[in-house]
């Protein structure tokens, strides 16, 4: 079964640092992140490429309510005017036309908020891929500056090249470098685990969040009583 949409949205904007972390550990993080990147482009593109049918779909939803209602004005009319020239069966077929037209209505609504409500969500997605990428970028960015800076610091201290070093020298340099662009970008650990102060932070949020919450819910049963 192909990937929704909504899913690819939802896997890009939840997974990227997780997929870099794996990258890591294959010697490949920059390659990854450009990756990455793309990959959200892309799913721009095909969200804004849905959008559009989405706006086209309410253009003509919204049109066709508009001619239904002055359609059945137009009806009411023919209908009084038939009736005052005595013509019963015309004003009837008027009517029977005007019931029709009434029946589609709720539906033709219905579609047009639902249209509505789904602009609102691939808008939605637009953003937060637009968000993701850029933070990808910064860590990207991060991440080249970091390499480098290590690379001449090392070519330094040693009188080598960095073209010289073995891959395990290489890649646990791009882990010491990811885990300080992870850290600054997410406030966690990435590759070690959450150290013990962040642990302490987070056990200190949720239960002032669950306080909160707790205090919302009295507030709520003493303005119903």
């Known amino acids: 079964m192909s990937e929704t949409l909504s899913g690819r949205v939802g ?35 095909d969200v804004r490429a849905d959008l559009g049918q989405v706006e086209a779909q309410r253009h003509l939803t919204g049109k066709r309510l508009a001619e239904d209602g002055a359609r059945l004005d137009e009806l009411g009319e023919q209908a009084r005017l038939a009736l005052d020239g005595g013509r019963e069966d015309l004003a009837t077929a008027a009517v029977e036309r005007q019931i029709d037209i009434e029946a589609q209505l709720p539906v033709l609504e219905a579609r047009l908020s639902s249209l509505a409500d789904d602009k609102a969500r691939l808008e939605g997605y ?6 993701k990428k850029r933070e990808m970028r910064a860590a990207l960015a991060d991440f080249r500056r970091a390499r480098e800076q290590q690379a001449s610091a090392t070519g330094t201290a040693t009188g080598t090249s960095a073209a010289g070093e073995s891959v395990q020298v290489r890649g646990e340099r791009a882990g010491e470098a990811f885990e300080r662009i992870f850290q ?6 990435g590759l070690s685990g959450t150290s013990d102060g962040n642990a302490a932070r987070l ?8 306080r909160n919450r707790v ?6 049963l003493k303005a119903g009583k």
């Open 11 to 45: 896997r890009l904007i939840a997974g990227g640092f997780h997929a870099l972390v794996d990258a890591v550990e294959n010697i490949a993080p920059e390659a990854v992140m450009e990756q990455a990147v793309r990959e959200i482009d892309g799913a721009i593109a």
């Open 184 to 189: 600054r970008h997410t406030g966690l650990s």
């Open 203 to 210: 056990a200190e949020l949720e239960d002032l969040a669950r």
């Open 215 to 220: 205090a919302e819910r009295l507030a709520s």
């Open 126 to 131: 637009v953003v937060a891929l637009q968000a």
